[in-house]
């Protein structure tokens, strides 16, 4: 079994630091490892030209545009049966290249759109979908941070996984952390997260790994957090007084019984569409397809094309 150790932090920083602890107790249990700082690597930004996208859903596979270290970096989490991430958490969320990572992942490492891609690639002699892309994979992710300002990142770890649907096992904040490798708690929290993602990857080296998230994902050793399914803990509050779940998108109802908050939910209606399932993921693919058809049809229109270019001829960006 192969764990891959991810940091985006400063160089040899602490998020180096607990990241490579994790890669100890991981090596100790027995697995092959390597390590990358992400903050090295020239990763630009997301156009959001959607090339990706029409690439799948046309049988041209999943290739982007832009030519950086992107595929270099996904080739290599693709190797990998386990990952483990560091992040330094700014203004309470992940950093600007955990967001980019986030982007670039987008639509062409969707679990759902490949497994649609793959099938039309099939169906039309199109560009085969690269099969480490459906493979499993489990994640276990540390964010750390100098304040208590942190309320998002577990939330934007989530995010990042929930894309090509890999197994979280782990979701752990480091809080006040400014001299964390010498509390010797933390340390000892990050080798225990490198153990517990090493025997998760153990069983998908060994074929054995039951997928799963939340209630169903018995190899799960993160905090609880309030949403059963995913165990997030951040919400989206309506006016009417609905809840919407930020990471898994399920909707209940927030409850307070007994000195704590719980999420209540029709889990035979929201399961299948939450944002991490398989079923979700195929909701939300016939959704893209049929939005992107009916916008290239609208936005090909006279009228169309007479605002594109009044907005274009008011005014144009400026430049340094």
Same mark, same amino acid.
């Given at each position: 079994m192969k764990i891959l150790g991810l940091s985006a932090g400063t160089l040899n920083g602490a998020n180096d630091s607990l990241c490579k602890e994790a890669l100890m107790a991981a090596k100790e249990a027995g697995a092959e490892i390597e390590f990358i700082n992400i903050t090295k690597l020239d990763i630009k930004h997301c156009t959001g030209c959607k090339a990706c996208v029409m690439g799948l859903f046309s049988g041209r596979g999943n290739a982007c545009v832009l030519r950086d270290d992107m595929q270099w970096l996904i080739d290599k989490m693709l190797d990998a049966d386990g990952i483990v991430y560091a992040a330094p958490i700014f203004e309470q969320c992940g950093p600007g290249i955990h967001h980019t990572l986030m982007d670039r992942f987008g639509p062409r490492m969707d679990r759902g759109n490949l497994m649609i891609a793959?099938?039309? @690639?099939?169906?039309?002699?199109?560009?085969? #979908?690269?099969?480490?892309?459906?493979?499993?994979? &489990?994640i276990s992710f540390m964010g750390i941070g100098g304040s208590d300002w942190a309320t998002r990142i577990q939330c934007d770890f989530a995010s990042l996984a929930l894309t090509p649907k890999w197994t979280i096992i782990d979701n752990q904040l480091f809080s006040w952390s400014l001299s964390i490798l010498m509390n010797d708690e933390a340390i000892a929290k990050a080798h225990q997260i490198g153990l517990d993602l090493a025997a998760a990857a153990k069983?998908? @080296?060994?074929? =054995?790994? &039951?997928?799963?998230?939340? #209630?169903?994902?018995?190899?799960?050793?993160?905090? @609880?957090? &309030?949403?059963?399914?995913?165990?997030?803990?951040?919400?989206?509050l309506e006016e009417n007084g609905n809840a919407i779940c930020c990471t898994c998108g399920t909707e209940g109802v927030m409850k307070y019984e007994d000195g704590r908050y719980f999420f209540e939910f029709d889990a035979e209606k929201w399961i299948p569409h939450a944002h991490d399932s398989i079923s979700g993921k195929f909701i939300h693919g016939d959704d893209i397809m049929r939005n992107e058809g009916e916008a290239r049809?609208?936005? @090909? =229109?006279?009228e169309a094309k007479a605002r594109k270019q009044k907005y274009r001829d008011f005014i144009a960006p400026s430049k340094p």
């Open positions: 793959r099938k039309i @690639a099939e169906e039309n002699g199109g560009k085969p #979908i690269d099969p480490r892309c459906l493979k499993e994979k &489990v069983k998908i @080296a060994d074929g =054995t790994f &039951v997928p799963g998230h939340g #209630i169903i994902n018995e190899d799960y050793r993160g905090p @609880a957090g &309030v949403c059963p399914y995913c165990h997030g803990k951040n919400f989206y049809e609208l936005m @090909a =229109t006279d």
